[in-house]
T-cell receptor, first 109, second 114 residues
């Protein structure tokens, strides 16, 4: 069975500091990994997908199959980045999204 | 284009009652999934429908059921409500089923069981 682990519940940083939100997964095959973000009072929205290898709002994430990780990074945090972030996984054979518990990112001025 | 629309936004029900939640996917999206979000368990998969057929089901009791109509709109039903069913129920749609397609989520229906 697949599992997604986000080891931290809260990360608090100052504006301009680097951010790394950790995500580890367990799945024996080749998963597809996502990061979703939920801003206050807004719906859950897709931030980025590993297969796109894109940078959204300055965030990047690299899939490390050796370490089974998909950490989300941003070099300089902004106050508007404050939100709840969820890492999620899906597989080809089983299309459901398996979510981690999420992490609250708080960026202080 | 319009996003995923869920109705109603809020519901209060009594234990033992049943409830039906509705989801209208993005136009052209044929796959609809449902998730339950609670503070304790986080986001958990309920089921996914594609072309009116249930493709996948999560680990929820049979009191939770769903269906999809020919226009891709979906409903989920919870019978014999329990206090523990209080949660935010999220619907998500995507163009097709299978990997490679990202999900777009609705705002959810917040169900409170008293």
């Amino acid at each position: 069975a697949q599992r997604v682990t986000q080891p931290e519940k809260l990360l608090s940083v100052f504006k301009g500091a680097p951010v790394e939100l950790k995500c580890n997964y367990s799945y024996s095959g080749s998963p597809e990994l996502f990061w979703y973000v939920q801003y206050s009072r807004q719906r859950l929205q897709l931030l980025l997908r590993h297969i796109s290898r894109e940078s959204i709002k300055g965030f990047t994430a690299d899939l490390n199959k050796g370490e089974t990780s998909f950490h989300l990074k941003k070099p300089f945090a902004q106050e508007e980045d404050s939100a709840m972030y969820y890492c999620a996984l899906t597989t080809g054979a089983n299309s459901k999204l398996t979510f981690g518990k999420g992490i609250t990112l708080s960026v202080r001025p | 284009k319009a996003g995923v629309t869920q109705t109603p936004r809020y519901l209060i029900k009594t234990r033992g009652q049943q409830v039906t939640l509705s989801c209208s996917p993005i136009s052209g999206h044929r796959s609809v999934s449902w998730y339950q979000q609670t503070p304790g368990q986080g986001l958990q998969f309920l089921f996914e429908y594609f072309s009116e057929t249930q493709r996948n089901k999560g680990n929820f009791p049979g009191r939770f059921s769903g269906r999809q109509f020919s226009n891709s709109r979906s409903e989920m039903n919870v019978s014999t409500l329990e206090l523990g069913d209080s949660a935010l129920y999220l619907c998500a749609s995507r163009p097709l089923a299978g990997s490679g397609y990202g999900y777009t989520f609705g705002s959810g229906t917040r169900l409170t069981v008293v």
